[in-house]
Structures are given as structure tokens and as C-alpha cells.
């Protein structure tokens, strides 16, 4: 089957041929439909210093996608052949403490498909039945392709808890800005986004935020704060992973607030922990991934309501073979989220 | 002053003179403006047998109102002449392990004002500077008139906690009604709205219900789950205080989920707590009142946000003299809320 | 091998030879050496109402078991033959959303070894992988042999909360004493039991219990008061399934508490819901197994810390041929809990 | 009256005459009879950095005290003259959101007795009567007067919730050391204490720790692991302030776990966000103070039970003209707790 691969330790990816993946009896084989990328393989395509430490080529890269079940393990007995299926791109252990008590997102032994393990930009990927997602009709193929960015949102805002408060997002890349109109339909009664770009906060406007500042701005701290009866504000989503927003962020969110952190920062941050999260009485949640499968429950239950409309964030849909286009997109900063379709493209 | 009040054992209501109430230190006396109509003064005006047990004439009634500060005591600091507030109608005692522990609407020796004491149906009323709720410019009179039965659905919507949850409402009276678009606002993915009563499902999906059924209809379960992929709903909200209500609603509801129960029946239920309750593994929680002042600022947040519109649940606007009027109305059966404006009226 | 089943619709168990169990590629074959009898076992055995319309003999009997894993499917990773491990009795479908959102202890379609299909009192049984829990070495085989039962009481607990709280105990059969050091263990300021017989409540003494109650008492409900503050209890946990237990032992909890009913009323029960639920702004919650398998963590936790001692509760230990004689002890209402032993007996 | 003073900008105290304190009618006057030293009283007392930026002389010094109610204003209720009280030192404004939330313990406006206010070292002390806690009689008066500290180490182990978990606590100094008792009491199945002081281990093991660790021993964080099923700890009390500490201590957390920091570093932190909480999935609570009055609630059931016994952390009692000789001790690094007794003094 072609693939999109990492071959060599060096920048790029390589459509090559692959074998089918081999099938064990509790796996499920998928024919790949829609594919998203992912800022981690564009990490991989450009090779950068923590691909070089994380990632084993050859590889399939690829973890966000939709497709069909084309085939099923003896012992599998959730999914049948024919339906339309995402899945968790986690591949947990399930026989620790905390696969064992309702945490496999936070598993020490984790792989991820396309980091740790062959991935999904292929025409077929195999998982465990485990990790698949059986799509309701109601989702629309695009949005089931980037279930899991999503999920990462869902999960972020759902741990935050949003209902009745004010929340500020930090960071308004794909996730930050799906964040905006998960944020809104989980019940937040004000949503103000801060980003260095303004051209994502125009986005973020179009997406539902109420208010957008400059991440730049010395008064977007007094600000939010006028919002908020002076309070400032309830609830924080930190995904840029940048330590001076962090350290920004924290101060807008109010005493006895709640900060979730998504974003990865590349090096340590310098923080004044006793003002800033010691005094206020913070509640400050690490987010990793996505609750299996609560998270993918409460992502379909949104979706579904038709609350959360994806459709402003999928900026391009190219075909599978225009991959090398898409990652010059993705490099131009214009994009939120590219989905590459697999369909059309491997019948030809 | 003019007042509203029960001066005997007997139906009806009387306006007459009484004299402005006296302040204490820690008093606020407020000038009312706009009152709301409650099912409880409803029971006061028939005069039964509730009524009969627990009123004791003469006494001012009416809980529900909005109005300016006049006057405040030697040692009020956070409430000054002039501002327009509303106010919490049960007068805690403040002292107790509930009152000190965030509880205080469910403090055991709690006045209702316009029950157990004198209440807001007056040209002024007294309120303890800690029950006085300052009113955000945003917030219109009408809707501040009844902050307090909009507490009550706030408080018992967010206690289930609806974010990205299905529904079920019982019984759309007032309260039920305003439910509908609190728990939209505050982040239901879904919500069902059941009684007996067309007209009231009728004006429950102009407020934004998704499908509403007739509680007489045998086959109400199996359509909510039905619209729930066979789990039934995440949470039940029980506004109808009827025991076969209660009996369906709790089959309604999904296992593991939770029910939270305001309507308050007449009599003992009888319940199948094996089936119902233990084996589902259901959270079921009384509702009480609002917290305060917890319920107050959520409810604020979701009126300003713009996503709570009361419009259509305030069906009618009457000069305070026409108080006869406006109980002919509730009990002809068809009317949501009423409210009485004494502005208008008194200044004749 | 040997087996205790249930051969014909009457009253006893019969010991007879039964085929090894066969194992999936997920199974795992497990030598059992201790058992536990429960109550259910004894509905099964005197063959009552309950029994006859829940199970189809023939059957193997038993839940509540420990013992060496003698074989294991070809699936299987987390496991090892010799192991000494006890086993989750509840069997769920593990694919619909309570089982895919860590509450497959109330999955609807769960079944119950020994109750709806071939159980743990034999030479054999098989048990999911999923299903296997793996002992520390620090838990002596009989406390082993009963970690369901008193799962529940852990789960009971830990649901309700009572880390620096108050709590009554309704019902002091098996598991309403485990329960009692184990909400001691777990943080309770103070645990009163309440029951009808003074033996048992002698019993609950001996296990830690501050100071207990005979339910018949029509004093208990303002002596608990008198104890709590004048509050009532913080937490209830009842354990009775009496009808006017529960009536009792909604008036003794505080307003605002949690009451964890965990005792299966066997008939309806008739509640004024207004006053023992709704103005007092309770929690409820209905409590069913134990949470796969958080429960079993806390279990394991809690008795390696040698702050749950169960001796007191396992009152006979007899071999596994001596069933009947078990049996009478359970209908004599002497005993607390009773183990058999299969390797001594087995041996002969 | 006598009172122990700040009079100018240098190291000491002086023990002046001041005029006993005039009340207004919410206000308690309280005859101090044992006060506890704590470290902001050393701090004030050494004229430290943080001393010289927050404390403007005069000012009577303390805030650790009990005694009995001597005068009420016109409008106190709930406190009699003669009552045994102690009381919370932090005076909320009781009208922001914080305040009217429950969460008064971090109002933005807050201000401490003995550092913004004058304090309670002296033969009277005047406070709101919201702030005065009226005492049980089963509570000793040296246990009474440290009611602020414990609450602290109370709060802390009550936010982080240790019902059956495995705790870690960094630094016991006086508060880390109580909170070993009160997460046993509090249910805490397994109690780990790290220090750099053995002397201060030495005590931790006397208070019921299950294990000791040198904080300069660099295996401590695989020790924890190995005591702990290899997971790492389920809950993390940082108490120490310590940078490296915190940074251990993370480690040392299990995924998923909780982490309370009450210990005030006294420089930024310089954390890898990324590996110690984002990827963790960590809960990282900031703690300030004791909550108003739910931790005083909980401190008094968890004394009362008998399960927190506090005599060993009370190393010395002296009388309160003794001052400058407590203050050595405190200096010398081998004392815990030193608590002042103004009542045989002051008679002299």
C-alpha cells in the first residue's frame, strides 16, 4: 500500500510502498479516508531537534484521520467491517494503575501512532479495537478527520470546566482556536483570545471569542480584568506553551481560578510561583491528550448539537499526493488546520 | 407605604398602609420597583391548606422584586443610596456550620421574607446588607425582578452540571421554563422538555428546547433514549414535583447519571430505590433555594452573555394595583410569569 | 473437576463434577483456593423469590474468591501462571459508553459469576484478563478471598467522602461492619452504628465503631444529633435496604450531607422526598459493586496499610466440603463472614 | 495594656503599654491567654527583607492566639461574653466575589492581624465577629491557640484529598509536621516525609510518618517509586518553598496525581513545565491560608476525634514576658512549635 514515510533521518516525508499491516486478534484494520496534520508531523517533516530525539525512521507518520473498517480480529467484537471509524491515536498499556482507573491518556508506557509506531497517512493503519471510535452519521467526514486536535480542545475545557464562567485562551493555533466554539458550547459566558498574530485573532473573532487582544499589548492584563468586574478572569486555557504568556496568562486569572495547560514549552519556565499560583489559591490542571473515551463521547455530543462548527478552522483540503504543498502551507502561517484526502487521490 | 398583605385567614390579598420599616445597623432599605409573581404567593392569595400551616397574617407578601437603595444602616459599607440592586429572600441566620460553610440556603433556621416575615410586595422593603445583590447595568428590570426563581433554575442546573450533557426537564412551569435556556447557556448538548401541558411545550421550544414530550405519552422513555444511542439522559432536571413524574424521569436518566430534584411533591413518593436509584448507580441531589452568592453570579454571567432570554417567559406586565388581575391570570393556567411594576402605579 | 452448582429449582447446593472451563485468547484459567459466601449465595441456596426468577440452573455458584493463575489465552500479556491473584465478579461488555468512561461497574449488560453464568466455587474458573486482579503479596489469602465484598464497602465510602466527617452506618451485616474500619481507615472523625441486633452492633464496637445504636431506639435520630453539633451526621451510609431504616437515616444526615445507599430495599419504599431530600439539599447516591478498578486500588491500599483488619469479621473458615454446615451457620444470623477453604480439602 | 510591639524599623520587640482596643458593633474583644510564635513573627522580629517591605511600626505582632470573649458590640449574635474563642486571623472585606463565594481566604483585600492590623500579642485583641471561632470544650488551650498553622496543614491536606493515598510531604518544619497527623486522620494510607533536617525526620517518624527520606539523598524520588507499586506518589504536600525541592517533589508525584504547594518560595522557580506537569497530567493546587470556616470545622473534628495528637510539636511553652528567650529558640532550628502563656504572666 503507499504510505507517506519518513525514510531518512532528514528533512521530508517519502510516498513509498509499505505492506498492509498484519492484523492480531483483538486489532481492527482501516481503510484511510481523510487524514489531518498535525504540528508534530510537521516537527517531523522539518526535522527538528526534538523529532530527531523522539522519532526512529523509517516511520508512517500521520495520527489524525477517518476512515472505513476493513477487516477485524478474531476476538474483536465492537466494530464490524464497513462502519465509519476514527480512533484514539494513544496506544496505552492497559494494565497499569492508570489505564486501570480511568487515566489510559496519562499512561507511562504510551505509544503514539505515527511518533512511536507506524501511523495513519497510509491507506491502511491497524489499531487495536481498544483505540477505535465508531463515528455517528450525524459527523461530518472533515470533522471525524481531526477528532483527536479536537479532543485535545474538548479535553482542555471539560478539565477547565467552563460552565457560567469567563475563560481566556492564550495561543490561538488549530487548538486554540477550536478551543473558541468548544468553549462557547461547553456553556463559557465570555471567551477572550490572546495570540502575537493577528491574523488568528480575526479567526478567533469569526469563531465565536467575544474580545481579542494582542499578546503584545502591556494593558491586556488590566484589560481582561475590566471584563471581569475587576475579578479577572475565571478560567484560563494556556496553548501557545510560550513562558512569557504563561507568566501573562496567570496573572489575568482571577484568585481562585482554574488554569489548564495544554501548550508545550520548549524549554523551563521561570515562574514566581508564590504570587502567581501559591497567594491566588490556583488550580492548575497539566492536560495531556484526551480522556479515552470520555473526551470522545463529549467531542461527538458537541459536534452533534451542532454547537461547534469546524468548519472556519479547515483552512485547506488538498489531495493525499499534494502532501509537500500542505507542509509549505502549514510553514506559511496562514492555515489553522490542513485535512489531505486520501479518497479521490488513491483512485487514480 | 402601600403594601401588599394577607391581613386575614382567608383568600385574597389586601393593599393597605403599614408603616416603612425601621433599620437596623446592617439593614439596607430598598424602594421597590418591580416585582415577580411566585407559585408561593399564588398558595398565600388561595389560602391553602400549605398556606394555612405555615403563614401567620398579617404580613407583607412577596419575595421576588428589584428596586433602588433609599437608606442604608451606620455600619452598611458595600451598598450605597441610589444603586439598584435586588436581594437574596432567605434571611440565614449566618452562625450556623451551614451558613459558615458556604450553605446558607440551606441553613436549618432560615426566614423566607413574605412568608415568615414581612416581604417585598411594599413600596419599600428592609434587607440584611448581606442579602443585597447589586444589579449589573446590562441586567434589565424586568429580568432582575425575578433573579430570584431564575436562581432556582441556575442553581439546579448547575448542580447537575449540563456541560456537554443531554437534558431531561420535567415539568415546564416557570422555573422548568427558564431552565431550558439557562441549561442551553450553560453547555447541555442537548435538552427534552416533558409535561403535561401542550401549551407549556409549546412556549418550551421557542425557549430553545430540541424536542419536548407529552408526559402522558406511554412511550416517553424509549423516545429519550432513543435520541440518547439506548444510554438514556446524562442528567435529569425535576421540576414538576409529581410523583409519577419522578417515577418516569428516573428511568429516564442514564446509569451513572445524575438528577436533580426541585419540584417539590405534596406528598410522599413511592419509589422502586433498587431499580431506580442503587443499581443505576444515580446522583440524585435535593434542591434548595440558590447559593449565595455563588447561584447569583453565575446566574448574572449567563443573563449578560446574552445567551438567557426571559422574554418569553414574562408574560405579563401589570400596574401593582391590578394584583387581583394578575393572580385571575396565574390561575387561569396560562401564563409564565407575571410581573407587577410599582413605579408606574405609584406614582399615580 | 469439583464444583458446588446448582443442579434443579430447589432448595441446596449439590457438589458434583463439572468439565474445566475453556479459555479464550483473553481468558485466564484460575486454580480457585478461598472462597467467600455472600449473601446472594444463600438466596441462591434457599432458593427464594429472587433467586428463582434471576437463575437458570444448572449452575456454578460463587463470587467472591482467590486463588493461582493456572493457564492463561494466547492474548493475554499482564497476567502470569502462578500468580496469586482474585478476580472482578462482574463481567462487563466493556464497548458501550458507562464501560468506555471508567463505570463498568454499572453497564447494563454486565453479568455476575456465579449468578448469571458459571461461577467461583470449583476447582476452576475463568475469568477476562480485564477481569483478573493480581494480589500484593502484603494481603493474607482470606481477606484475598473477600475483597468484593469488601470492595463494596470501600466503594460505599469513598463515594460518600468522609475524610474528617461524621458518619452513620445503617445495617451491620458483613458489609456494614467491614465498613466501619474502613471509613475509619479512610478518614472518618467519628462512625455511630445503627442496627436491630445487638450482637452485630457488639460486633461493630470490637471493629471501631465510636458508639452504635439499636435502630428500634426511637431516641437514635436526636442522640446522633446531639453527638454531631446539633447538625446531624455528615455522611450516611446505608446499608440495611429497610424501608424505615432509611427513612430513620435520612433525618439523622445533616442538611447539605451525602447518603450512600448502598442496602436493596426489597420492596418499594414510600418517602416524603420533600423534607428528607429536597429542602436539605442532600446528595444521594445510589451505589452498586465497585468501580473497576479504582475500588480494588483503595481496597489494596487500605489493607496494606494494616489500618483494615477483617479478622474480626471472618467468623468461620471451613473446608469447602463442609458447604452445608456453612451454610446453617449463615442461617443461625451468628456469623459474620464465612470462608471455605478448597486447597486442604481439595487435597484429600 | 501590655502588648508585645514593633516600634521601629529594626531586629526585636519591645513589650509596651497600648490602649486596649475600642469596639465597633460587630466587633469581639477577646483577653488573649496562649498565643502561638510563628515564622512571619520571626520574620517581623529578625526584620528580614520581607519584613522591611510589608510591616509598618507600630504594630502590636501575632496572630496564633486563644483566650476568652471579654466585650461584644451592640450587633453581635453569635459570641457571648465568657465564651472560649480563638479566631481567624485573615480579615476579608466580605463583599467581593471571593468573599461572597466562599472563598474569603484569598479576598483580593484581605488583611492579617499582627501584620497589616495590630495583632493579637497583647492582653486584648478586637475582631469582627465573623472572624471569632467559638471553641469546643474537649480542645486543649495549647492545641486552641495553634488552630491557624494546623489549619493551614489542615486546608492543605484536605484540598489535595488523601482519602486511601499515598502522601508525600516536602519539609516539616511546624506546619509540615502537623500535616503528618492530620493525613493519617484524614485517611491518608501511606505518610512519606523528606527534609534536610534529620532531627525534623527524626520527629516526622514520632508524628506517624510510615517513612523518612533526606531531601539530599539522590534516590529519594526512586525509593518513592519502589514504596509505591513503581507509580510515584498519589498526593504531594510541597512545604518547604524550596525550589529543588518542588522540583523532587514533582518528580516523586505519580501521573495523574495532586500536588498542594503551601510552601512559599522566596525566589522564582525555574520548572520544566512540560515534563513535570503538562505531561503528567498533573493537578497542581496553590494554598493560602485556612478556609472560612470549613478548615476550622474540619481541624476541630479531626482534634476532637483524638486522632491528631499535636504534644509532640508543642517543644515549648513559656511565659509571654519570655519573649526575646523564644525567640532564640526558634533561632536555634530544634524547636517545632513554641507557644506563649499570657494568663500566670500577667498576673504577676
Known amino acids: 500500500m503507499k504510505a507517506l514515510s519518513k525514510l531518512r533521518p532528514e528533512r521530508g516525508f517519502v510516498m ?24 508534530t508531523d510537521h516537527h517531523i517533516y522539518a526535522w527538528d531537534k526534538w523529532a530527531q530525539q523522539r522519532v526512529k525512521p523509517p516511520l508512517v507518520i500521520g495520527h489524525e484521520f477517518m476512515g472505513t473498517v476493513a477487516a477485524i480480529g478474531s476476538a474483536v467484537r465492537s466494530v464490524q467491517i464497513g462502519e465509519r471509524v476514527s480512533a484514539e491515536g494513544h496506544i496505552a498499556d492497559l494494565t497499569c494503575l492508570l489505564c486501570r482507573t480511568g487515566e489510559a491518556h496519562i499512561c507511562e508506557r504510551v505509544e503514539i501512532i505515527g511518533v512511536d509506531r507506524d501511523g495513519a497517512f497510509a491507506e491502511y493503519v491497524a489499531m487495536p479495537e481498544y483505540n477505535v471510535w465508531r463515528l455517528d452519521p450525524a459527523i461530518p467526514d472533515e470533522f471525524a478527520a481531526i477528532f483527536d486536535p479536537l479532543g485535545n480542545a474538548v479535553h482542555t475545557v471539560m478539565s477547565a470546566g467552563v460552565s457560567a464562567k469567563s475563560v481566556v485562551i492564550t495561543g490561538v493555533g488549530s ?18 483570545a490572546i495570540d502575537v498574530n493577528p491574523a ?10 467575544d474580545e481579542t487582544f494582542l499578546a503584545t499589548d502591556p494593558g491586556v ?47 523551563n519556565v521561570n515562574l ?14 497539566g492536560i495531556n491528550g484526551r480522556r479515552m473515551f470520555e473526551t470522545w463521547y463529549q467531542t461527538q455530543a458537541l459536534v452533534k448539537s451542532g454547537r461547534v462548527d469546524l468548519r472556519p478552522i479547515i483552512t ?11 507542509f509549505e502551507l502549514i510553514e506559511s502561517g496562514t492555515e489553522a488546520k490542513v485535512v489531505l484526502d486520501l479518497k479521490g487521490d488513491l483512485a487514480k
Open 16 to 39: 513509498n510502498e509499505v505492506p498492509v499491516p498484519s492484523l492480531g486478534p483483538t486489532d481492527v484494520l482501516i481503510r484511510v479516508e481523510k487524514v489531518g496534520l498535525c504540528g
Open 316 to 326: 485547506s483540503v488538498l489531495p493525499f499526493a499534494d502532501f509537500d504543498r500542505a
Open 221 to 267: 492584563v488590566a484589560d481582561v480584568r475590566r471584563r471581569t468586574n475587576g475579578d479577572g478572569a475565571d478560567v484560563l486555557l494556556e496553548m501557545s506553551g510560550s513562558g512569557s504568556a504563561i507568566d501573562t496568562a496567570l496573572k489575568i486569572v482571577r484568585n481562585g481560578g482554574r488554569a489548564a495547560l495544554l501548550g508545550i514549552p520548549s524549554d
Open 175 to 192: 487548538i486554540g482556536l477550536m478551543a473558541i466554539p468548544v468553549a462557547r458550547a461547553a456553556g463559557a459566558s465570555a471567551v477572550y
Open 272 to 285: 514566581n510561583l508564590a504570587e502567581l499560583i501559591i497567594f491566588k489559591g490556583l488550580t492548575v490542571l
Open 200 to 209: 488568528k485573532l480575526e479567526l478567533a473573532t469569526r469563531l465565536g471569542a
